[in-house]
């Protein structure tokens, strides 16, 4: 028979090197029971893609993880296709029990294949990025920050509208914790996606053989046992001042011997 303890082991989806380890408060499907984990962090091993890690998000976005850091609570994911850019896209999700460092406003532009050889737009080309995923022989996508909400990016729209492109649309993307901090571009098309998460708090052994959360000390009741302490503070109440009172008539009555003696 397998305890509950075996059962929520570290483990792996595959035997590579780069394989994230599985640990609380992820949970592998198939392979662990749910008190190992919690809702949300449901791990799945794709066998058909040599075992990859899969977190899916919302029921219906699936991501292959790259890495899990549990110290500092960050996940890594990544499209299965290389093309994560298409998946912020167009992909409407919701991303919680996960949260985003921080989401800045993307602007996709569909425009000329002869855009990227464009010399008022290669003085920008470090703030461009080319998306090849999402482009095709007779267009081609390109993204930077949406000069709606960055305002410094308004002479790259500029560019780029007087080379022939057409905006799509503009898309709230999550960035990377540098990102964020450091006010760095963001190089979705290449890059993973960050995200973070709030730790769960780990269930206790009992906890987990019962799936019920155990009451608090101070949730545990005993009629008899709180009879006996009311008793015992309506007693302290009735008691302490005589004890008081008591106390400090001792108090004087030692004074005045002690100045009967010196006398």
Known sequence: MITCQDNCSIIKCGDAWD?????????????????????????????FRKSKTVLEISRSEEFLVRKIDYFYREIRLYDQDNCLARRLRYSKFDLSPFKAYGRWVYAFFYCPPSIISDPSVVAYSSVILNVPCLSSPTATVVVTLSSAYYKSYQNVSDALFNGGCQVD??????????????????????????????????????????????????????????????????????????????????TIVCVICRRKQRR
Do not use: H, M
């Open 169 to 250: 649309a503009s898309v709230y993307i999550p960035i990377s914790s540098k990102a964020s901090s450091t006010g760095s571009f963001y190089d979705f098309t290449t890059d993973d996606l960050y995200l973070t998460w709030v730790q769960p708090v780990k269930p206790s052994p009992r906890e987990a053989e019962t799936n019920v959360p155990l009451p608090k000390e101070d949730e545990t009741k005993d009629p008899e046992v709180d009879e006996k302490r009311i008793n015992w503070k309506k007693l302290a109440t009735i008691i302490a001042p005589s004890l008081g009172g008591i106390v400090a008539i001792a």
């Open 19 to 47: 394989e994230p380890q599985i640990d609380f408060p992820f949970v592998v499907n198939d392979r662990q029971g749910g008190e190992c984990g919690y809702p949300g962090f449901n791990i799945t091993c794709n066998v």
